[in-house]
């Protein structure tokens, strides 16, 4: 059975920082690319980042440039999302997902249930 398991998520201050984990199990984790995505309640489903399988090739959205990082451990079956001078608008719920193959872009096999991030003072 395949389980993407995020954690990590939280209230944060504007400026503060927090860092997801997404645990990968029942995949060979090194074979598949991984993304983030976020969705705020009543709105659509937006790509924050994705990440090639062999960890070369990256997408960062506009609004995350400069502030998040994606990152794997292939060995621990993990993928990260350092956010950093996090602002407000970054509140969402926040989805990890994989699909098989290197690319990071086209159609994903497998999402986690969420981690709730909130940006506030």
């Known amino acids: 059975q395949v389980q993407l398991v995020e954690s990590g998520g939280g209230l944060a201050q504007p400026g503060g920082s927090l860092r997801l984990s997404c645990a990968a199990s029942?995949?060979?984790?090194?074979?598949?690319?991984v993304s983030w995505a976020r969705q705020v309640p009543g709105k659509e489903l937006k790509w924050v980042v994705g990440?090639?399988?062999?960890?070369?090739?990256?997408y960062y959205a506009d609004s995350v440039k400069g502030r998040f990082t994606i990152s794997r451990d292939n060995a621990k079956n993990t993928v990260f999302l350092q956010m950093n001078n996090l602002k407000p608008e970054d509140t969402a719920l926040y989805f990890c997902?994989?699909?098989?193959?290197?690319?990071?872009?086209?159609?994903?096999?497998?999402w986690g249930q969420g981690t709730q991030v909130t940006v506030a003072l």
């Open positions: 997902a994989a699909r098989r193959g290197r690319s990071w872009h086209g159609d994903y096999d497998y």
């Open positions: 029942g995949i060979t984790f090194s074979n598949y690319a």
């Open positions: 990440l090639s399988s062999d960890g070369s090739d990256t």
